[in-house]
Nanobody, 129 residues
Framework: EVQLQASGGGLVQPGGSLNLSCAIS????????IGWFRQAPGTEREVVSCISNSDPRTYYANSVKGRFIISGDNAKGTVSLQMNSLKPEDTAVYYC??????????????????????WGQGTLVTVSS
């Protein structure tokens, strides 16, 4: 059974950087796509980024493309999201998720895995001066 643990959130000034980490038991990018969603207060959950060993290898939402970098480490069983040039609109709770279909369905409007067991708890990112 896969278990996910997200960490690395915090308070950062606009223009700053944070690195989120998702530690995954039973981890292999050969078997799952691993990615991040976020949800700001009063808004719908939105897809952010995904990584997989099968095509498509990565996905980035347009809102984070060029600023965020996703990477995976099979040896450590982690997926990281390096967030640079942060903006106040990046403020949200960030959730990592494991997807049996890799990153195939990751695009705007995708709600992520249906089964709760493929989700980790959230980590809060606040971008504010």
């Amino acid at each position: 059974e896969v278990q996910l643990q997200a960490s690395g959130g915090g308070l950062v000034q606009p223009g700053g950087s944070l690195n989120l980490s998702c530690a995954i038991s039973s981890f292999s990018l050969d078997h799952y796509g691993i990615g991040w969603f976020r949800q700001a207060p009063g808004t719908e959950r939105e897809v952010v980024s995904c990584i997989s060993n099968s095509d498509p290898r990565t996905y980035y939402a347009n809102s984070v493309k060029g600023r965020f970098i996703i990477s995976g480490d099979n040896a450590k069983g982690t997926v990281s999201l390096q967030m640079n040039s942060l903006k106040p609109e990046d403020t949200a709770v960030y959730y990592c998720a494991a997807d049996l279909f890799g990153c195939m369905y990751w695009k705007s409007g995708y709600r992520g895995p249906i089964d709760d067991k493929y989700w980790g708890q959230g980590t809060l990112v606040t971008v504010s001066s």
